[in-house]
């Protein structure tokens, strides 16, 4: 806690980092650039209690170029990276059924998700989940942009899903199949540019 990880695990195998514990607040109020970078981040912190882990960080490109395969699968991810710099936040990864299973409420709260998912397969992204406010009161911009964003959000409460929200480019140039598919979409990006 406060402390300088900066490229914590670079180049590294972490698969199973932190499997089935309890991790609350890691990286508290840290810089945590490049943590995990260039990494097989494959279950980080599967079947852990996650709450505020990198809570008021900066986590640019944490985990950039990396297979984050089920990060925080199974997890309570609430407040993930709350307050903090997410741009390139799995930028160029392979990050299929992150989240899935888990408690995402106020994941990103009050973030710049600016190329959240950049150019990725974020097929099942927090699937069968409580997504609700979901990148609230953030720049959206480019999100998910040159994705596959199959079944997004499948089977999910989405409310509120980027309410009051920059969306410009939300999805752009994506393959949205299914996207919200049987889910509550009340609210959707309410008050928001698009």
Do not use: A, I, Q, S
């Amino acid at each position: 806690m406060r402390c300088d990880l900066r490229n914590f695990g670079e180049k590294c195998d972490l698969r199973n980092f932190g499997k089935r514990c309890e991790v609350r607040n890691f990286g508290g109020m840290c810089d945590l650039r490049n943590f995990g970078g260039m990494c097989d981040l494959r279950n980080f912190g599967g079947m852990c209690d996650l709450r505020n882990f990198g809570g008021m960080c900066d986590l640019r490109n944490f985990g950039e170029m990396c297979d984050l395969r089920n990060f925080g699968m199974r997890c309570d991810l609430r407040n993930f990276g709350e307050k903090c710099d997410l741009r390139n936040f799995g930028k160029r990864c392979e990050v299929r059924n992150f989240g899935g299973m888990c408690d995402l409420r106020n994941f990103g709260g009050m973030c710049d998700l600016r190329n959240f998912g950049g150019m990725c397969d974020l097929r099942n992204f927090g699937m069968r989940c409580d997504l609700r406010n979901y990148g609230g009161m953030c720049d959206l911009r480019n999100f998910g942009e040159k994705c596959d964003l199959r079944n997004f959000g499948e089977r999910c409460d989405l409310r509120n899903l980027g309410g009051r929200c920059d969306l410009r480019n939300f999805g752009g140039m994506c393959d949205l199949r299914n996207f919200g598919m049987r889910c509550d979409l009340r609210n959707f990006g309410e008050r928001c540019v698009t």
